[in-house]
């Protein structure tokens, strides 16, 4: 979630047309809104399981078309979104876009929308985790009976949707589970573990990287990944505890509007 700043040039008088000394293009970032940039990481996170998809493709001959296509709307509509957002709203654009609407239909049919692409969007992102987990822990025997293999796959179910609620009731704020999530998860599968698996693939093999590739894995390594992950955490941290101060902590009633 970029935060575009807003500047304003004020100063100028009648006899003299430059800007004073005191001209400023906005209010100075405070520490949590540079570390919102951290965040951005989770926009790029979310396209991994793209992987996932390509490798149980029937051709995966097709991927880049499938890529081409997709990013094509993908990025388009994105940019579209946060410009308007950014344009109509400025700074005070809340984290969860539709909240910047007005009640009405159109609200409520962007809500469903929005309902419907996060329900596709986790199931798309579960499938990984759900097989892996079911390998490894859910394995059936020849001899398992039916029941014992519901038992076994209901069971797995009902601890993922357990762990699903208690996430939601310790971060029940939009923005900030976005930012811890491309934090803790997305900065280190993005920035950190690409470079460090390429280098000891390289070095495996004994082949010497190349000055672009030292520089490229460096960045992301040692730059990129500390300061999305450290900004990300911090962000997250210090969002939480401010809405905790107003909302009530963690599995508290608390009553909204008047």
């Known amino acids: 979630h970029w935060r575009l700043a807003k500047g304003s040039m004020v100063g100028t008088n009648n006899n003299n047309s430059s800007l004073n000394p005191h001209t400023t293009l906005g209010p100075k970032p405070s520490p949590t809104q540079i570390c919102l940039l951290g965040s951005v990481s989770t926009t790029f996170f979310a396209q991994t399981f793209l992987l996932e998809i390509m490798s149980e493709m029937k051709n995966t001959g097709d991927w880049p078309k499938a890529l081409w296509l997709g990013q094509g709307i993908m ?115 993005m920035f950190a573990l690409p470079p460090l698996f390429y280098y000891l693939a390289l070095k495996q093999k004994g082949v010497e990287m190349s000055v672009f590739d030292k520089a490229m894995c460096g960045t992301c390594f040692f730059i990129l990944f500390p300061v999305t992950f450290l900004c990300g955490i911090v962000a997250s941290m210090n969002s939480m505890v401010e809405h905790w101060s107003q909302n009530g902590p963690p599995f508290s009633c608390t009553a909204s509007g008047e």
Do not use: Q
Request: proline residues 5%; neutral net charge.
């Open 75 to 189: 990025i388009p509509a994105y940019t579209l979104t946060a410009a308007l957002g950014y344009y109509f709203k400025g700074s005070g654009v809340p984290a969860f876009l539709p909240s910047a609407l007005d009640d009405g239909p159109l609200k409520i049919i962007i809500s469903l929308l929005v309902a419907y692409h996060v329900l596709a969007a986790y199931l798309l992102n579960n499938v990984a985790m759900v097989r892996l987990l079911k390998a490894e822990y859910f394995t059936y025997r020849e001899t398992d009976s039916e029941n014992y293999r519901l038992f076994k796959h209901w069971t797995l179910c009902v601890v993922i949707c357990a762990f699903a609620w208690l996430i939601a009731e310790l971060v029940p704020f939009f923005g900030d589970l976005v930012t811890i999530i491309g934090a803790v998860t997305g900065s280190p599968v």
